[in-house]
């Protein structure tokens, strides 16, 4: 008869009677593990630079080569190193916004002063893009074949900028193992009139030998891209 089973359950011991329901909820919690298929968690909660968009400049290109040395144009370089970079951070869940992504410059519409044009149609692709964060990417010359290694500048007065400087520096320091420099504060353009922090990396010096030769190669440029990588990374977690 149907309600004999429930009866004889009901006149169970009450030591037995919770023994019983010991294994139901094992057998239970047994068959969640089992069946439930385990809950899948986004790639991108754990990704670094979730949520973030950040703006990548890679300076000059078009008309204006920068600076020239050692059969390396600037343009060339700082764009190779922008576009790793940009690759590490897509990697890394941010939006990245580049200013340029092959050799052009931005004096369309073509009216005033060719470098200021130049500079306000960057920043208005970044402005308009919302970055958070920007990095212009640039390499210096200097008139000695003396001087080598790279440098991380800040806006004046603007201590996120200085925070982003700083950690780039460390990281460009502890993974290029070729310099001592430290971050400091420059006039640039980008960082000035620009609405959010960033920093400018000085990739290095076309003006040494041994520097330049590093610049061009794949290698050297992946890796000053990684160290920038990792630099603004580390300096969200310190801001
Ligand atoms: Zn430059």
């Keep these: 008869m149907p309600g004999i089973n429930i ?13 019983l329901s010991a294994l139901l909820v094992a057998a239970l919690l ?16 754990v990704l670094p630079l979730a ?17 020239t040395s050692n059969g390396l144009l600037e343009k060339d370089v700082v764009l190779e190193i922008a576009l790793y970079l940009r690759d590490y951070l897509q990697q890394g869940g941010a939006r990245v916004i580049m200013t340029r992504e092959e050799d052009k410059d ?24 919302g970055a958070d964060l920007i990095v212009s990417i640039h390499a210096n010359y ?23 400087a700083e950690s780039i520096q460390a990281e460009l320091t502890r993974v290029l193992q070729n310099t001592d420099r430290l971050a ?22 076309f003006s040494n030998p041994q520097e330049a030769a590093l610049l061009g190669r794949a290698d050297y440029q992946k890796k000053m891209a990684w160290a920038i990588y990792l630099g603004i990374i580390n300096s969200l977690s310190t801001s």
């Design 184 to 205: 400091r504060s420059g006039n640039y353009y980008m960082l000035r009139e620009s609405s959010m922090p960033g920093a400018v990396v000085e990739v290095g010096f």
């Design 142 to 164: 200097i008139s000695s074949p003396r001087w080598r290694g790279s440098q991380a500048f800040f806006q004046d007065g603007c201590n996120e900028g200085k925070n982003i």
């Design 51 to 67: 949520g973030l968009v950040i703006a990548v400049d890679p300076g000059h290109g078009g008309y204006d080569p920068g600076c």
């Design 106 to 129: 931005f004096l369309l519409p073509a009216a005033g002063p060719k470098k200021r044009l130049d500079f306000s149609n960057r920043l208005k692709i970044v402005e308009d893009g």
């Design 30 to 45: 047994f068959a969640w593990h089992y069946f439930v298929p385990p809950r899948i968690v986004p790639a991108q909660a």
């Design 7 to 19: 009866f004889i359950a009901f006149k169970l011991p009450l030591k037995q009677l919770f023994l």
